[in-house]
């Protein structure tokens, strides 16, 4: 427990507390500010429980939550001889056990609550606090669930790609893998909510061409007809940062409209190509500064948009289809684009199709990130896995066996180190860059001591800083069994 503690390296004292009432942990602030009081098998909150409180100890620890925001006072000492005060901040569950979350503060900031006699905190200190602990916590919540959602993806997207398309599974497949990518959505934005910094949800440098050949393939299925797709992608494409979920997003959207309008036997073509602008450019109603960029195009064959309402198609809420659309798709996209810094154009003639032009700005450094069909997805090679979560390590080696690869697994650094120094021959470490001991990035400098040649792959569900030189050696969790099987394939070419 004590490495799990989310509030490890909090610089506020903080406890955590079981049911009973018994002292699972103090973090070192709190062992710093108050001593060793707090230490030891036989720590009890009942111990420490002042009269003063407007609940014993037992009442309080069996509904919390009715006092919570409150000051509890205590009564053990400090090594400067004031008073101990705690306030409940939240439930945490850990291995199917409840605990309590508590910070603890000196008598300093403590003044007498009128007419009750209880003790209160300023109340912007308190706020403050209370809210640092809340995103400290926060954050530590959406790391373990992008860890489980990891496990979820992996696993349903491996039988998702061994699935017949009229596999009678493969429909609750698709939706058990939608769902938790939406999980994994809210999971990232909870994590970008919860970072101490005030910056937006860092992007990092990737290949468009990687991303809409997947877009492109959510769509090769029965029921989008007989509709062919013809791909004519730039080979040296240049690097541009973006958000890969919501990107994905935009492309379907317009992806949507395009199979739509050409319904059954029609053809939608796609091209991507790099542009270095001298001077400013105009398409259609966007304006583009001079810089380099990428252009995503999308073009179909379809009955095309009338004159009078594609000046109209970005609106929200606007729509020629029947009540079920919500005229939301393209706006969307629009949203997501501009939000990237970039600029989105259509043009169209009716009976003759309609194209679709996305610009996004891109830097001169190609990513080399090569698309993999299913059968060069599988290898030979030895890999181990490090991660402390034993469903994550379960699941590499499925999906990774599954496709011929020899896997050893290993829960912590010193264990993979282990490993190496028995003379193990490996050829890709795959590491959690978050693991307690021994961090991944220390991992990675003692196995370069070992082994300077080695490949690494990284992953983690952190929201990192920018770093282009990592992105080629970096998965973001969650992922899918085929995110992974590109990953390792890419790392070893």
Excluded at 2 to 9: G, R
Excluded at 108 to 120: F, Y
Excluded at 126 to 138: E, G
Excluded at 284 to 311: A, F, M, Q, W
Aim: charged share 25%.
């Amino acid at each position: 427990m004590k490495d799990s503690f989310p509030l490890e390296d909090a610089n506020w004292p903080a406890l955590l507390v079981e049911e009973s009432g018994g002292i699972r942990y103090a973090n070192p602030a709190t062992r710093q500010m108050f001593g060793p009081m707090v230490d030891g098998e036989s720590a009890n909150l009942r111990l420490f429980w002042a009269a003063d409180n407007l609940f014993s100890a037992e009442k309080f620890l069996s509904n919390p939550e009715r006092s919570a925001g409150g000051m509890l006072a205590l009564k053990w000492k400090t090594k400067e001889g004031a008073s101990v005060f705690a306030t409940y901040v939240c439930p945490l569950r850990r291995d199917g056990t409840k605990f309590f979350v508590f910070q603890l503060f000196k008598d300093s900031p403590i003044s007498a609550e009128p007419g009750t006699g209880a003790p209160a905190l300023d109340a912007n200190i308190a706020h403050k606090q209370k809210l640092d602990c809340a995103l400290q916590l926060a954050r530590t919540v959406a790391l373990d669930f992008n860890n489980a959602l990891t496990s979820v993806l992996g696993h349903a997207s491996l039988l998702l790609g061994k699935a017949d398309s009229d596999h009678p599974w493969r429909g609750s497949l698709v939706e058990i893998e939608k769902s938790a990518a939406k999980a994994a959505e809210i999971a990232a934005d909870l994590a970008a909510f919860s970072r101490q910094e005030k910056d937006t949800k860092t992007q990092a440098s990737g290949n468009l061409n990687s991303l809409l050949q997947r877009t492109i393939d959510l769509f090769r299925k029965p029921e989008y007809g007989t509709v062919t797709f013809a791909l004519h992608f730039e080979p040296k494409l240049f690097g541009v940062k973006f958000d890969e979920a919501k990107i994905q997003q935009a492309f379907v959207k317009i992806l949507e409209n395009a199979v739509e309008a050409v319904e059954e036997r029609g053809q939608v073509s796609f091209e991507t190509r790099n542009l270095e602008l001298k001077e400013a450019t105009q398409d259609r109603t966007i304006k583009l500064v001079p810089g380099t960029y990428v252009c995503v195009e999308i073009s179909d064959n379809g009955r095309g948009i009338p004159p009078e309402i594609l000046p109209r198609v970005f609106e929200p809420f606007f729509t020629t289809k029947d009540k079920s659309h919500r005229g939301l798709g393209l706006a969307f996209a629009y949203g997501i684009i501009t939000n990237h810094g970039g600029g989105i154009a259509i043009s169209s003639e009716p009976n003759f199709g309609s194209s679709v032009r996305i610009y996004l700005p891109a830097t001169k450094r190609v990513v080399r990130e090569q698309t993999f069909n299913a059968d060069e997805l599988f290898g030979v090679e030895t890999i181990l896995m490090v991660d402390d979560e034993d469903l994550l390590l379960t699941m590499g080696q499925i999906v990774l066996s599954s496709f011929g690869y020899r896997v050893l697994t290993a829960n912590s650094g010193q264990n993979a180190l282990n490993f190496l120094k028995n003379g193990e021959q490996i050829d890709l470490v795959i590491t959690d860059l978050v693991m307690p001991h021994m961090s991944g990035r220390e991992l990675i400098e003692r196995i370069k001591e070992i082994s300077p040649e080695m490949r690494i792959l990284c992953t983690s569900g952190y929201v990192r800083g920018q770093n282009d030189e990592e992105d080629s050696g970096y998965l973001q969790k969650p992922f899918t069994s085929q995110d992974l099987l590109r990953k390792v394939k890419q790392s070893l070419t």
